[in-house]
């Protein structure tokens, strides 16, 4: 069994505006499943890449490197039908109770609206199969915090609208499963597990995979954040920071203070890094999931988005 752990576009995150809502019916708490990082195959994603899906359009759909965008709705128009592999995410094990393995892929539909929705799809065959996969509907901005496969079940901790949320700020915490039934993924009932907080950002050493503007981190960059009863502290690169977080009045929002740290000197390339990271981080204004990866949204005051993606590394006890 491997999974993924807690894991990203820009923070409109998984979603859409005419589909169906997800279940959200509640059966009881539940435990939060522990982030670990999935071990992904080339081969997986390669054959993913280029497969061929059922379920998200009338037509099917071919990726061609992991992507694949239709001829637009209106002649001249810019929107048009656009899907695309999430690379990050693969989630593999025995679903079928044989030990076999099988592998469960996330895409995103986005035709230029405001919505992303997202669907799963499980890879049963060998590549030369993958030619007609069919696909389940994750929903429209669904926030993906975690998966796993166990006793024949895929088990996904999200973060999904509520009664009362707006589109774009969803606040219900859900596990989801499924079971593979004659090669389809079949939905059974949601678990409301709870309401989105940033105490759910604690216990994890979030490590930085990627930052808009840096294209490409230096391997000893370590640059981490950690969260403790509003409180946050980290390896900004070069140094040690901390410093206080603030939760907004709307689900997802985040504000960090005026932070703190040690001041050792290192390379012009690494404290360069450092002071880019520690300024977007002062303009954090939202935090959220995709594929199991933590995405702090900055925002400058030229009103630029920008993005910091996070992995999840469990602290020991």
């Known amino acids: 069994m491997k999974t993924i752990g807690l894991l990203i576009a820009s923070i409109t995150l998984l979603g859409g505006c005419d589909r169906p809502e997800p279940p959200t019916t509640a059966a009881g708490e539940t435990e939060t499943i522990a982030p670990e990082t999935a071990a992904v195959t080339a081969t997986d994603i390669a054959d993913a890449a280029n497969a061929t899906y059922l379920g998200i359009y009338d037509e099917p759909v071919s990726l061609r490197d992991g992507s694949f965008e239709g001829a637009s709705f209106v002649e001249g128009g810019a929107s048009r039908p656009r899907v695309e592999l999430v690379p990050e995410f693969t989630v593999t094990g ?3 109770g044989n030990g076999s393995e099988q592998t469960v892929v996330l895409l995103e539909e986005n035709s230029g609206g405001s919505g992303s929705f997202g669907y799963l799809a499980v890879l049963t065959g060998a590549a030369t199969d993958l030619a007609g ?3 389940a509907s994750l929903g429209d901005r669904v926030q993906i915090r975690s998966a796993v496969i166990e006793e024949q079940e895929l088990r996904i901790q999200v973060v999904q609208t509520g009664q009362d949320d707006a589109a774009c700020c969803p606040s219900v915490k ?3 499963r499924w079971t593979l039934e004659q090669s389809r993924l079949v939905e059974g009932g949601a678990e409301i597990v709870g309401t989105l907080s940033i105490a759910d950002l604690e216990k994890v050493e979030w490590r930085l995979e990627r930052m808009d503007g840096v294209t490409e981190l230096p ?7 950690e969260f403790d009863s509003g409180r946050i ?6 140094n040690r920071y901390m410093g206080a977080a603030q939760a907004g009045g709307m689900p997802g929002e985040l504000s960090f203070g005026q932070t703190a740290g040690t001041m050792m000197a290192c390379p012009e390339p690494l404290m360069q890094l450092e002071r880019t990271y520690l300024g977007a981080l002062g303009q954090v204004a939202r935090y959220g999931f995709k594929a199991g990866r933590l995405v702090l949204t900055s925002i400058d005051e030229a009103g630029d988005v920008g993005h ?3 992995s999840p590394h469990p602290l020991p006890e």
């Open 133 to 135: 996969v069919t696909t």
């Open 174 to 176: 859900a596990l989801r």
């Open 94 to 96: 025995d679903l079928i």
């Open 219 to 225: 391997a000893d960059s370590a640059i981490t954040l």
């Open 233 to 238: 502290a980290g390896q900004s690169g070069c």
């Open 308 to 310: 910091l993606v996070f």
